[in-house]
């Protein structure tokens, strides 16, 4: 698809974006120019549940008298209601209303200036009180808004009273409610959380009376890179009725040369096409080399002086009718992955820092390409895309149940137009996704696919509407697969249907049935620090053959078919082996555009009460905190071209078998070359064959001795020399069923402690295979670092290789008790000292 716009488009379509404004004072922002912002990080008090009005938020209240409950906690921004409890073995996680308020200073350095408060994201209804008044509501959990709050300010700086009691501070007030809604998107059935809270930032912003409301910078280049062509189309916001100012504009390529410098007359109240120009051989944008231009703009008027800057490139995309992607006129695979908003003890309050690391991994990784799943993401994330590479699918949030009413369907609408608006300035964004298995009925008693079609066609048109230098897409709806531009059907081959042998034929059929066909989500969880000797065990029964498409039931652990889903052990070892496989084929498949794999990183979910890590989907190829799994370094030997080499196994403690069996060993590398020792003797150097598995040919079949066994690679790429090396020990002794519980307790540093509990036999054997839940307790002056997701940070979690551990943190050295249970086995009372 040509990204090259139609001239007569350009005045109407921004027209379209920036009179978008929804109820009471909330409007709707690209992100806010401004000089004047500031994160509210600090200084903020929570209560989870209701208050009976907004007066008991700012009410007088003396110590010890009623009015001082209920009470209220300190926090800080970002937080999320469900930080710990989404994944809390014993409760459903929270869905009800909670509360945020704050005092602040306002101190507007512009005269006649208006005062904003910008959310970056809060979920999922929100209302805003400045003392008593309510200043703006908005509905949505993940699109950015803002809420203009000057006049409230106003009134309530002329309450004296109320002034002189706040000691001249302005209260705000916010009330979040996550509660279940079926008449909101996402749907409660969603495979994700439907977090509360402000889990975004929130900025308190400045702005003179006549400001910057939207820049949209259109930019395109033809395929072979001659010619570009920048236009740029700005909004201003004029409460006061100003009308007129001039904007300054410079463009500087990416080494910082002005190319474009201009100062025009702007109009208050509308949108305005300052400009469009002819870029001679822009210098473009692509994963490899993801060259940023900048913009920066200047609007002065006799309100005062604003200016704002916003990163744009050029890039040329096509998806060829059942062909490959193209970037530039040259093929480009799409070796994509998929990201949620959540992480380990704060859920999806992530912070600035966690975001980028998270990305900066990702890239590590070798990614060129993220689908966003399933809402609208933090301009923090686009912006690292922008930066470091990553061709983007962003979504919005309409995801299972069904079709709701016209509320449902205007929220829906609304969501696609601000994050279009939001976000198109980016040049990693690609496509804009309108759905996710909108096949997927129980919202409502009625299910009618043609209403869906519907609507579906209806978000195509908007979309197109807006923005038509990009495509639309879903994932999973056979029925509206003709509606859309780009179609991902449901493939998971090895995992919910068939075997991984099925997954080149499955995919090359289903690429036959649409015009542009991209494959989105494919894996299988994996219980970090499981392994096994024979990851296909338990799989015989499985059929092959006859498909890989998911269907109805298949996520489920009970009946139905035979599925590795349902029957397998959720081991490290198979799903390496899935990878792998998979991208083995992926790269003989000359017609596939890409394909993402579900998901970077485990994520939580009310749907899955009894994974391993129980309400925690375990498909990431990094855990809940980033840890990397195996997994991680399968994806690096096949996608990224810095020499790495990993051995299979760093978290696999003890192997076992017989004595004089073969065993496998596995090197995943991306060097030409890698020599093996075990226990100081070379095994012999083999050659990377990207057509062999597993491994690509980096594999040996030796004998292990009983005991401690030490095994190191060396892996030689040109000039450079990579090492790696493990340690573990080799069971001979055969187990029974696990009957008793051992427990350890591991000093980590002053007042910190891993307690490991091990699952044995009658006779004490380690049961290497058990996959009992453990339970961790505490009392005293101890505390666990628990409802984390992961599985060293999970009160509740099956074993791994008849093991499992958590951390525990004694409280000023003192003393506590941990306790340990397993089901049918007698519990374990240690004291941490």
Known sequence: MSNIRKNNKITICFFIICTLLCAHTTRIYAKIPADQKIRLTGNWQYLRGDIGNIWEAVRPASAGSPETVPLWKNVSLPHCFNAEDAVDPDVNYY????????????????????????????????????????????????????????????????????????NGKVPISIRCDNSSDAEMIPSDLSDFNLYGGIYRYLNLVYLPALSIENIFIDASVDNKGQQGKVGMNISIYDPANIKSGKATVVISDPEGKEIIHKTCDVTGGISNLLFSEIIKKPKRWSPETPQLYTCSVQLESSAGKISATEKFGFRHFEFVEKGPFLLNGKRLLLRGTHRHED???????????????????????????????????????????????????????????????????????????NMITQHRNHPSVILWGLGNENDWPNDFEYFDKEDIRAFMKELHDLSHEIDDTRMTCIRRCDFCKDIVDVYSPSIWAGWYRGMITDYKRVSYDEMQRVKHFLHVEWGGDSHARRHAEDPYRYLDAIETGKGADERAGDASLYGGNARASKDGEWSESYICNLIDWHLKEQETMSWLTGAAYWPFKDFST????????????????????????????????????????????????????????????????????????????????????????????????????????????????????????ISFVYQTEKWGTSAQTEVTITPVRDGEYWVEATLLDNKGVLCLDSRDYIEFQVAGDAKMIANQGTSSGSRKVQAYNGRARIKVVLNNGKNGVVSVLSEGKETKILPIK
Not at 378 to 400: A, N
Not at 621 to 628: A, N, Y
Not at 681 to 689: C, I, L, N, V
């Open 95 to 166: 869905q009800g209303p909670g509360w945020y308020k704050t005092l602040l200073d306002i101190n507007n350095p512009y005269p006649n200036g208006r005062i904003l408060l910008e959310f970056e994201g809060a979920g999922q209804k929100t209302e805003v009180y400045v003392y008593t008044e309510k200043a703006g509501s908005h509905v949505g959990g993940y699109d950015e808004w803002s809420v203009d709050i000057t006049d409230a300010v106003a009134g309530y700086l002329a309450d004296s009273e109320a002034v002189k009691r706040f």
């Open 343 to 417: 992480h380990a003890g704060v859920a999806a309050a992530m912070t600035e820092e966690m975001i980028c690391s998270e990305m900066k991994m990702m890239k590590d990784m070798g990614v060129n390409f993220i689908r966003l799943g399933h809402y609208q993401q933090s301009h923090i994330v686009l912006e690292q895309c922008d930066s470091l590479g990553i061709l983007v699918w962003e979504e919005i949030p309409w995801c299972r149940g069904g079709l709701g009413g016209a509320e449902y369907k205007e929220q829906a609408k609304r969501m696609l137009k």
């Open 606 to 725: 009310p749907v899955r009460p009894e994974n391993p890590v129980p309400y925690m989907n375990q498909k990431g190829v990094v855990e809940r905190d980033l840890t990397p799994k195996e997994s991680y370094y399968v994806f690096q030997s096949w996608w990224t071209k810095k020499p790495m080499a990993h051995i299979y196994g760093h978290t696999w403690l003890v192997r076992w078998g017989d004595e004089g069996e073969q065993k496998e060993i596995k090197v995943y590398s991306n060097c030409d070359e890698v020599e093996l020792f075990l226990n100081g003797e070379s095994k012999g150097k083999k050659k990377r064959d990207k057509t062999v598995f597993p491994a690509a040919g980096l594999f040996w079949e030796l004998p292990f001795r009983k005991g401690e066994n030490t095994v190191r690679a060396v892996a030689r790429k040109g000039k450079e020399t990579i090492t790696d090396e």
